[in-house]
């Protein structure tokens, strides 16, 4: 039987945070609007003689994200108009760009290997629809606050081998985005949208196959890991068969828990592309890009093999604890903190992550170390004291005694507990440790 | 050269979302051809080691500042005003089925 | 009976200045003219209600006013504005083009938005979905296109001044049907913000007036840099009533096109003509270009391919009726242009044409090397009967043959009555082009050719 190789490509599109629109400067607040279409102008709503002018900080987060994932510049770079009818493209056309990206060629790590970035580029959102009924017809309602969003699109090469790579692949860009401050890519909210194009190659040949099918509307990670791992299924079986999987787009179904048939792609668009001829193309000088370029922060995964390095914090540990340049900054405060009072970093983000030390949102740094100190502060205790309530513990215990004594040495906990509560103040553990060991022989 | 037929224009006007009739699908076929006549002329002379053209004002990076303009901004009352069709809000359209 | 409605802008300032003349007089006569004129003729698609009324609190401004046409393109807020479609038959553009702001702001009174050929595909007005305007000095002819009903308006007296656009010839070669003076600025001059697109990487709005120095004062209060619109420059604008009642000695001017075949019966009028920028120490000269009719191809396929995507978002769903509603004009210039951008045909088409866009360019850089100005017939003859367009595929395109190279281009060009027939009462006009934002040069020239000659009928009574 053959086996087959999964050759897998994401798209991936996140709505920039910018205050204001991709050409216009209506509010870009869409999912927070109270009422549909109050967040338009002529310009958005596709108004006829209305003219697009295009947001600088979204062409510079643009920059900043490909530079995070080490890809090379355009500095000569412009727009384009992608033409197509639908109810919710105001202008007919969205305007995105099409041979000339302002990012291409990155790449970022995975645990199952590196991934290459195709391409990166600029774009905008288009309106909502959402399907109801009026009046007895079934109607589609459309919304244009959500028209003219800055959009990045993020396109990788097909290197992704499995669901759990490309959840793992887009986690990773979400953190990274998270972390610029440039999206928050809140899935529910269509704040970041997933595609995967998929397809099978049997071991051992070369090029890429004669096919690929376009999974698209996935918004979550755990339908993505799905979806894909389905698809792997569904195609092995048609290619088992002698047959090569139609060439089209699905999208998944959760519930019934598959991929089905959205359209043919064979027929592809036509979208005549052709650069806009109401914006001026963008050229970059090296002192911008590199300016840019020293603007970006340590980047996470930077982060975590420095704090691997030195601290010996965990993978895992190290990826909770940055999530964003504020929590970097502040954890970094802490190990400081630590190693200059000379103690444990690492028993203090233990700490931290079993929530042993309470957190409150502004706590600064030496706050929370000091809690730490007072969390495994100890007394000397009066010897006679400690033994007086070893003695009395053991009595109120004969049980717990028993079960020692039987060799389930795990009762020492609660015997330990019981003595502590007894004494009242912070004991050296192992001060109580020696007593009562002694004590039960 | 572009063959020019009923197929080719029939395919234009659904790319460019126009609905025609038989009689327009006729007398379409033979303005495009008129007109690709006219066009053709400029297979005449020789564009070697020239650039395209796409904007004649040689400008570049015309940005704008990330702020929120409020007075250009439409109220939903505006937006809506010129709509034939208009629910709680929305534009409407018959129901689209799929994307 | 007074005919204050036959005034000048100029004229009409300077009197208001003298109080030799109320706003009230002024307007009573153009509404009386309007009322006689405007049915026959089919100038305005729609009047404003009671102009006089708005004028009144306009009087210390520096239009002080006086009632301007605008082309039924320019979106303004409170009358319709249709770019002469059914499609758009009873839009209200929620928003003001810069433009009519401009003017607005400057104390002008839209008095009502003219006829055009529908989104401006013509050359004739005869295309427009709202009947075809006629040409006020000869009722059996056309007025010319597509800025065909603003030309009208100062030809026939129903405004003081006017405004249209130009996305190649649409405000020289009505003004030069007419009888009128038309300024087409550099691109990037005067903001397209609020004008439904046609062409984008052409489209121009600009000035049709009686005088040159009316189209200098309007030029000069409409232009300058817009942040609504990404393709304006920053340029400074030329103060261009300095340039009036200049000296042209010594200017270097080329004379094109007389020898384009066709112009044979006009060729011999301009020929005559230019006598009078020699005697004025201008030195002309007739010298070779690139053929214009490589033009037609270019704007052909420029404009076809751009105005598709423009009018793609007139889906009737936010505004407007559905695509159903397009007339044949515009349902074969958009088809036209889908079919020049599409896959596998974009090469041969779009893109050869935007190369040989760029000769042009290069062509007229070669010729402003040499020559401080460039002249030409606007048109290759007068203006052509009514029905002319009609079943004329390329009707336009060939009518503006001789302006579309400065159109694609994007030069600035002014023509100015240089002849009339007195048989027909119809004129030739001359068309004088300047290098890019060298507006001062074209109009010190107009205007000195247009006071040294008896063909502008404000000036002379003619």
């Given at each position: ?11 991936i ?5 910018t205050a ?19 967040y338009?102008?002529p ?5 006829p ?5 295009p947001?600088?900080k ?11 994932l080490?890809?090379?510049?355009n500095?000569f ?22 041979d000339?990206?302002f990012?291409y060629?990155?790449k ?6 590196e991934?290459?970035?195709t ?8 309106g ?8 007895g ?14 959009l ?12 759990a790579?490309?959840?793992?692949y ?6 990274l985005m998270?972390?610029l401050?440039?999206?928050d890519?809140?899935?529910?909210q ?17 090029g890429?196959?004669n096919?690929k099918?376009?999974v ?12 894909i791992?389905?698809?792997?299924d569904?195609?092995t ?15 998944w179904?959760?519930?019934k828990?598959q991929?089905?048939?959205q ?5 592809a ?5 052709f650069?806009?001829?109401?914006i ?7 002192q ?14 930077q ?7 030195k601290?010996?914090?965990s ?9 964003s ?13 630590a190693?200059?009072?000379?103690l444990?970093?690492?028993d203090?983000i ?8 309470k ?6 740094a ?24 070893v ?21 020492l906990g ?12 912070k004991?050296d ?13 | 050269?572009?063959t ?8 234009v006007a659904?790319?460019?979302n126009?609905p ?5 699908t006729e ?6 051809i008129k ?6 002329q400029?297979?005449?002379i020789?564009v ?21 303009n ?6 939903q009352?505006?937006a ?16 689209i089925?799929t994307? | 009976?007074s005919?204050l ?9 300077e009197?208001?200045d ?31 209600d ?11 401004h ?9 082309k039924?393109?320019f ?14 038959k009873?839009?209200y553009?929620?928003f ?17 938005k ?6 401006a595909?013509g050359?004739s007005?005869e295309?427009s979905?709202?009947g075809?305007t ?7 002819y ?26 190649a ?13 038309g ?28 005088t040159v ?9 409409m ?5 609504n619109d ?5 340029n400074?604008?030329p ?11 010594g ?22 003509q230019?006598?009078?920028?020699q ?26 391919s751009?105005?598709s995507s ?9 505004y407007?009726?559905d695509?159903?509603?397009f ?7 958009i088809?036209l242009?889908?079919?020049t ?9 779009y893109?050869?044409a ?6 042009f ?8 090397s ?8 606007t048109s290759?003859g007068?203006?052509?009967?009514i ?9 336009g395109?060939?009518e503006d ?10 030069l600035?060009?002014?023509s100015?009555?240089c002849y009339?027939?007195?048989q027909?009462?119809?004129y030739?006009g ?9 507006e ?7 205007d000195?050719?247009?006071k ?11």
């Amino acid at each position: 039987m053959t086996t087959y190789t999964p050759v897998i490509g994401l798209e991936i599109h996140a709505e920039l945070k910018t205050a204001s629109k991709m050409f216009c400067g209506c509010a870009n607040d869409p999912f927070s609007a109270k009422s549909p279409n109050i967040y338009t102008c002529p310009v958005c709503l596709g108004l006829p003689g209305a003219l697009p002018v295009p947001n600088k900080k979204a062409i510079d987060w643009t920059i900043k994200l490909g530079l995070a994932l080490d890809c090379k510049i355009n500095y000569f770079s412009k727009f384009d108009r992608k033409n197509y009818f639908y109810a919710d493209l105001a202008k007919g056309y969205q305007i995105s760009q099409y041979d000339i990206p302002f990012c291409y060629e990155g790449k970022i790590s995975t645990s199952q290997g590196e991934i290459r970035i195709t391409r990166i580029h600029l774009e905008e959102d288009t309106g909502k629809l959402l399907h109801d009924t009026v009046a007895g017809t079934p109607v589609s309602l459309i919304d244009f606050n959500r028209s003219g969003v800055p959009l990045v699109e993020i396109v990788c090469e097909p290197d992704i081998k499995g669901g759990a790579q490309a959840q793992e692949y887009g986690k990773k860009l979400r953190c990274l985005m998270r972390y610029l401050n440039i999206a928050d890519c809140k899935m529910a909210q269509g704040g970041m949208r997933l595609a995967a194009n998929i397809s099978l190659a049997p071991v051992g040949t070369k090029g890429l196959p004669n096919y690929k099918v376009e999974v698209k509307n996935i918004n979550s990670f755990k339908f993505l890991e799905q979806a894909i791992d389905y698809e792997i299924d569904r195609q092995t079986e048609l290619l088992d068969q002698g047959q090569t999987p139609v060439q089209e787009t699905r999208g998944w179904d959760a519930n019934k828990q598959q991929t089905f048939s959205q359209r043919t792609k064979e027929a592809a668009e036509d979208y005549r592309y052709f650069p806009d001829p109401d914006i001026p193309p963008i050229e970059f000088t090296k002192q911008q890009i590199s300016a840019i370029k020293k603007s970006l922060p340590e980047l996470p995964e930077q982060v975590i093999a420095r704090w691997q390095d030195k601290y010996q914090l965990s993978q895992s540990t190290a990826e909770q604890l940055s999530a964003s340049q504020e929590q970097v900054a502040w954890i970094d405060q802490i190990l400081t903190l630590a190693h200059q009072q000379q103690l444990s970093p690492l028993d203090i983000i233990n700490d931290l992550i079993n929530k042993k030390i309470k957190v409150k949102v502004d706590d600064d740094a030496q706050a929370v170390v000091t809690q730490f100190k007072t969390l495994h502060q100890t007394v000397a205790v009066d010897q006679d004291q400690l033994d007086q309530a070893v003695t009395l513990v053991i009595s109120q215990n004969p049980d717990a005694v028993a079960k020692y004594k039987a060799g389930k040495t795990q009762v020492l906990g609660f015997l330990m507990g019981q003595i502590m509560a007894q004494l009242k103040t912070k004991v050296d553990p192992q001060q109580i440790k020696i007593a009562l060991t002694t004590a039960l022989k | 050269m572009a063959t020019i037929d009923q197929n080719t224009i029939k395919h234009v006007a659904q790319l460019a979302n126009i609905p025609i009739t038989p009689s327009e699908t006729e007398s379409l076929t033979h303005d495009f051809i008129k007109t690709l006549e006219v066009v053709n002329q400029l297979q005449k002379i020789s564009v070697q080691d020239v650039t395209t053209t796409h904007q004649v004002t040689n400008l570049k990076n015309v940005l704008r500042d990330d702020e929120i303009n409020h007075a250009k901004m439409l109220t939903q009352e505006q937006a809506l005003a010129n709509a034939k069709n208009t629910h709680q809000g929305y534009f409407v359209v018959p129901r689209i089925l799929t994307k | 009976m007074s005919d204050l409605n036959k005034l000048t802008l100029t004229q009409a300032l300077e009197k208001l200045d003298r109080k030799q003349i109320s706003l009230t007089d002024i307007y009573t006569d153009v509404n009386q003219a309007i009322d006689q004129n405007n049915k026959k003729l089919n100038v305005y698609l729609n009047l404003q209600d009671h102009p006089e009324k708005i004028a009144q609190s306009q009087h210390s401004h520096q239009l002080k006013g006086l009632p301007i046409a605008v082309k039924d393109n320019f979106s303004a807020i409170g009358l319709p504005t249709t770019a002469s479609s059914n499609i758009l038959k009873d839009y209200y553009p929620p928003f003001e083009s810069t433009v009519t702001k401009k003017i607005k702001q400057a104390g002008g009174v839209v008095i009502g938005k003219t006829n055009l050929d529908a989104w401006a595909h013509g050359s004739s007005t005869e295309t427009s979905d709202f009947g075809r305007t006629l040409n006020p000095r000869n009722p059996d002819y056309l007025p010319g296109g597509s800025s065909g009903g603003s030309a009208a308006a100062i030809a026939g007296d129903l405004a003081i001044a006017a405004i249209g656009s130009e996305t190649a010839g649409s405000i020289r070669q009505p003004a030069a049907w007419c009888g009128t003076v038309g300024l087409k600025p550099s691109y990037g001059r005067v903001s397209r913000y609020g004008v439904i697109a046609m062409a984008s990487s052409t489209d121009s709005p600009g000035p049709i007036t009686k005088t040159v120095e009316d189209a200098a004062l309007l030029f000069t209060i409409m232009a300058g840099h817009d942040p609504n619109d990404a393709t304006t420059s920053a340029n400074t604008v030329p103060n261009l009533t300095q340039e009036l009642n200049q000296s042209i000695k010594g200017l270097k001017i080329g004379l094109l096109y007389l020898d384009v075949p066709g112009l044979e019966t006009i060729k011999p009028i301009y020929q005559e003509q230019i006598k009078v920028l020699q005697s004025l120490g201008a030195v002309v000269e007739p010298v070779q270009a690139l053929d214009p009719h490589y033009a037609i191809g270019v704007y052909t396929v420029v404009q076809r391919s751009e105005v598709s995507s423009n009018l793609a978002r007139l889906d009737g769903i936010r505004y407007g009726q559905d695509r159903s509603f397009f007339g044949a004009e515009a349902k074969r210039r958009i088809m036209l242009g889908t079919f020049t951008l599409s896959k596998g045909y974009a090469d041969q088409y779009y893109n050869l044409a935007q190369k040989v866009r760029t000769l042009f360019i290069q062509d007229f850089e070669k010729l402003f090397s040499q020559y401080d100005v460039l002249i030409a017939p606007t048109s290759p003859g007068f203006a052509k009967k009514i029905g002319s367009s009609q079943g004329a595929a390329m009707f336009g395109e060939l009518e503006d043959m001789l302006l579309e190279p400065s159109s694609i281009a994007g030069l600035p060009g002014i023509s100015v009555p240089c002849y009339k027939d007195n048989q027909t009462n119809l004129y030739l006009g001359l068309n004088i082009m300047a290098p890019m934002f060298r507006e001062d040069l074209m109009v010190r020239v107009a205007d000195a050719f247009e006071k040294n000659t008896p063909w502008n009928s404000w000036r002379n009574n003619s």
